[in-house]
C-alpha cells in the first residue's frame, strides 16, 4: 500500500485479460495501473465511477492511415476521432503525403508531429521504397518502428509504391534479423490494371464496378504469393487486410506449415455487404480490397474459427469531395472508422457472440498489442501497463457523421443504430474524452516504440 493516496480511481465493470470484475476498481498513479481490485477502494486524489459500465484497456486500432491525406499535421484532428471512439494508441502506416516513412530522418519528422499534435499515443510503421535497398530496415526497427507494409500494387508512385517481387523477397530476408513482422497490400497489379482498364473501354464507371474491378484472384495471388516468400525467408508476414474468407484459410495453411502468417481483418469486411449497400452507398463504402458480395457470414465464421488475428478501422482521411467523383476508379479508396470501429464492431458481436466484450478486448485491444509489440504496456487492464482506458455506455445511439471529430464529417455508417458508444476514454490516466467533450489537449499523445 503506498503512503500518499493515489492520483484517480476508475470503477465499473472491468474487462480483465483472463475475467469479467463487475464492481471493481483501477487505481491510477504517475500515468500506470498501480493496483487492480473489488469492492472497497484505497485512497485517491479523484474518482470516476461508472457503475455497471464495461471498462476496456484503451483500444489498439492496428491500422490507420492518419498522415496520408493533411500530411503530418492530420494528427491533430485523426488523433482527436481516436480517442472519441475509444482508441488510445494508433498504429499508423507509413504512406504519409507527400513521402512515406523510410528513412531515420522521416521516423523522426513524424515522431516530432505526434507528440506536438496527437491526442492518443502512436505506435508507427515503416516502409521501403523501391529501388531503395534495405539498409535502413535495421535502423528503423533500432530506433522502435512496430513493423514495415509493403504494396503489391501502385496506388500512388511515392506514397504508396509497388515494391516487385525481388525487392520484397530481399526486404523479407532483411526482416528477420528485426523480428519485426513485414505487412503487406495484396493486390495484384496487372490483375486489377487490365481489369479497370477493360471496364473503362466498356464505359462501366459506376460504383457496382468497383468489387469486380478488383477480382478475387488478383487478392488471392498476391496473398499467397507473399506467403510462400514467407515460407522461404522465415519473416512474419502479415496481411493487413483480407476481404474474403479464402484469404483466412490461405493464411491458416501456411502457419500450420510453421509459417509465421497473420491476418488481419478490417471492421468494415464484417458490417457492409457489396450486393446490400453499394446502392446506398456507393463511393463511400470504396475500400481496397473491395467489400465483396454475400461473404459476410463466411467472414465471421472465420472469427469463430480463430482465424483472425486481430480486427483494425483502416482509417483513411479522405474528404467526401476525393469519393463523389463522376468515375468510381477515380474516387479515393478507404474510409474514416476510428469513431465507428468499437461502437459498430460491438454492436455487431453483440448480435453475433456470447461474449461481445471478451472478443472485442481481444481484437482490438490485446492482439493488436501484442502483435506490434506494445505489450506488456499496451493492450490490458494489469499492473504495470499504461493507465490507458476506454468506458463503453450500452443503449442505443444513432451515429451522426457530421458531428465527429476527424475534420471530415462523413462516414458509410452515418445514421446507423449502435448498441454502445464509448463513454469516457483516458489516455496513461488522463481523462481525454468524458461522452461529449473532448478533455485531452494535441501533444499529450507520445510514440510509443516497439518493445524488442
Ligand atoms: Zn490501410
Known amino acids: 500500500m503506498m503512503s500518499a493516496p493515489y492520483d484517480r480511481l476508475v470503477r465499473g465493470t472491468l474487462v480483465l485479460p483472463d475475467r469479467r470484475l463487475p464492481g471493481g476498481w483501477i487505481a491510477i498513479a504517475g500515468g500506470r495501473i498501480a493496483a487492480i481490485g473489488e469492492g472497497a477502494a484505497p485512497a485517491a486524489l479523484a474518482t470516476d465511477d461508472f457503475g455497471d459500465r464495461l471498462v476496456f484497456p484503451g483500444f489498439v486500432d492496428g491500422q490507420t492511415h492518419a498522415t496520408s491525406y493533411r500530411g503530418l499535421p492530420g494528427f491533430e484532428a485523426t488523433s482527436q476521432s481516436a480517442i472519441v471512439g475509444g482508441v488510445t494508441t494508433m498504429v499508423d502506416m507509413p504512406y504519409d503525403n507527400p513521402d512515406p516513412l523510410n528513412t531515420i530522418e522521416r521516423l523522426e519528422s513524424k515522431i516530432a508531429a505526434v507528440e506536438a499534435k496527437s491526442y492518443c499515443d502512436v505506435a508507427l510503421y515503416g516502409t521501403v521504397a523501391p529501388g531503395q535497398g534495405t539498409g535502413a530496415m535495421a535502423p528503423l526497427a533500432k530506433a522502435g518502428v512496430c513493423a514495415f507494409k509493403i504494396s503489391s500494387i501502385e496506388s500512388h508512385p511515392v506514397r504508396f509504391p509497388r515494391l516487385p517481387a525481388d525487392e520484397t523477397l530481399a526486404i523479407l530476408e532483411a526482416s528477420v ?24 473501354k466498356a464505359g462501366r464507371t459506376t460504383p457496382e464496378w468497383h468489387e469486380p474491378s478488383r477480382p478475387l484472384a488478383a487478392e488471392m495471388a498476391a496473398t499467397a504469393s507473399f506467403l510462400e516468400l514467407g515460407k522461404a525467408t522465415g519473416a512474419h508476414v502479415h496481411i493487413v487486410h483480407i476481404s474474403h474468407p479464402r484469404g483466412y484459410d490461405l493464411v491458416a495453411r501456411y502457419r500450420e506449415e510453421g509459417v509465421r502468417a497473420t491476418a488481419e481483418m478490417c471492421v468494415h469486411y464484417l458490417h457492409f455487404d457489396d450486393a446490400r449497400d453499394i446502392g446506398r452507398l456507393g463511393a463511400r463504402m470504396k475500400v481496397s480490397p473491395p467489400i465483396r458480395r454475400g461473404v459476410i457470414d463466411a467472414l465471421w465464421d472465420k472469427l469463430a474459427e480463430g482465424r483472425i488475428d486481430l ?5 483513411s482521411s479522405w474528404p467526401v469531395d476525393n469519393k463523389l467523383v463522376p468515375s468510381i476508379f477515380d474516387a479515393g479508396a478507404g474510409i474514416p472508422g476510428l469513431e465507428t470501429l468499437v461502437p459498430s464492431f460491438y454492436t455487431d458481436l453483440a448480435a453475433r ?15 493488436p498489442a501484442k502483435l506490434f509489440g506494445l505489450w506488456p504496456r499496451k ?63 494535441a501533444g499529450l499523445g507520445r510514440f510509443v516504440p516497439r518493445i524488442a
Do not use: M
Open 177 to 200: 534479423d528485426t523480428g519485426l513482422p513485414v505487412g503487406l497490400h495484396n493486390e495484384d497489379q496487372e490483375i486489377v490494371r487490365a481489369s479497370i482498364a477493360a471496364l473503362k
Open 311 to 315: 480486427v483494425s478501422s483502416d482509417h
Open 353 to 367: 457472440v456470447a461474449d461481445p466484450a471478451r472478443i472485442l478486448c481481444e481484437q482490438v485491444s490485446e492482439r
Open 379 to 441: 493492450g490490458a487492464l494489469a499492473v504495470g501497463f499504461d493507465a490507458d482506458i476506454a468506458v463503453l455506455e450500452a443503449g442505443s445511439f444513432t451515429f451522426d457523421a457530421s458531428v465527429t471529430h476527424d475534420g471530415l464529417n462523413w462516414s458509410p455508417y452515418d445514421g446507423e443504430t449502435f448498441a454502445a458508444r464509448v463513454s469516457s476514454t483516458y489516455v496513461r490516466g488522463h481523462r481525454v474524452w468524458d461522452g461529449s467533450t473532448v478533455t485531452g489537449e
